[in-house]
């Protein structure tokens, strides 16, 4: 082989060694597809993405909307894992659907549940006979009355709602309804917009969505839950087959570092309590 050729084979050899380094650093990173609320928990995979934690892991981020059941497209194989929801909700919605297939793989933060009104400046003007929205699935609806507990406006057979069976409660589970109130059961996204309806005299809303609609729960609320002992966190869920995925748990890990934890805390304030600030 004379020197031109020799050289020719040399450059095509160094080439075809970068290319395959290139791809080979190329694979090394994994992009996970999430489906997920705006706020904050679009607000905080966006943060924990861009602050540097995930060194092997991309996030494409698919904002949760209209009627599709994030649940279902998780365990359909359409996204690798959601971030929208708290451990009651997951064990009712598996209940329901009779399937243990999607596992919690990390906890973030309490969205804690508040009453709202712009009828009534406190809990004691709200008049007799009034309705009240509140959540239609089975462990927020349940979680909504023991906010009205709280506010002094009923009275729980089962006082304390972590011996209560969340996904059971009904009506029929209140003790005194003194006031006589009346509930409009509605999809928690609806539930801001109630409080402009002259049929509804307060509401009972998720932390999220309150502040999507730009209500700040420790100003605007009537009475707020308590974020301690508070069974509620908000969760990464997965599927069983892929909770060992490494992706999955540099993204669970990146979630709970006190970093994540420290920048809710500076973001939301008392509104999103952050599980792991201390």
């Not at 050729?5 to 999430?34: D, K, N, P, Y």
């Not at 006190?258 to 599980?275: C, L, M, P």
Request: with cysteine.
């Amino acid at each position: 082989m004379n020197l031109r050729l020799r050289t020719f084979a040399a450059v095509v050899a160094a080439l075809t060694l970068s290319t395959v380094g290139l791809a080979g650093c190329g694979s090394q990173q994994e992009t996970l597809t999430i489906s997920a609320d705006a706020t904050p928990h679009a607000e905080i995979l966006k943060y924990v993405q861009d602050s540097g934690q995930l060194k092997n892991t991309k996030i494409e981020i698919k904002p949760i909307s209209g009627q599709v059941d994030p649940n279902q497209l998780l365990e359909a194989g359409d996204v690798d894992a959601n971030f929208f929801q708290h451990k009651p909700y997951l064990d009712d919605w598996q209940r329901e659907h009779q399937t243990s297939d999607l596992v919690p793989v990390a906890s973030t933060h309490i969205e804690p549940m508040a009453l709202y009104s712009k009828k009534a400046k406190a809990t004691a003007d709200i008049p007799a006979g009034s309705t009240i929205a509140v959540p239609k699935d089975p462990t927020n609806y349940a979680r909504a009355l023991y906010v009205l507990q709280g506010a002094g406006l009923l009275t729980m057979k089962e006082q304390d709602s972590s011996k209560a069976n969340l996904s059971t409660i009904t009506a029929a589970d209140i003790a005194a309804n003194p006031k006589n109130l009346k509930f409009v059961e509605l999809d928690r996204p609806q539930l801001p917009r109630t409080l402009d309806d002259p049929q509804v005299t307060a509401s009972v809303i998720n932390s999220n969505y309150a502040i999507e609609a730009g209500l700040t729960p420790t100003k605007d609320g009537l009475w707020m839950e308590s974020a301690q002992n508070n069974p509620y966190a908000n969760i990464l869920v997965t599927t069983t087959k892929k909770q060992a995925d490494p992706g999955i748990k540099e993204l669970a890990a990146a979630l709970e570092s006190k970093q994540t934890a420290d920048w809710i805390t500076q973001k939301y304030g008392e509104s999103i309590v952050a599980v792991h600030a201390q």
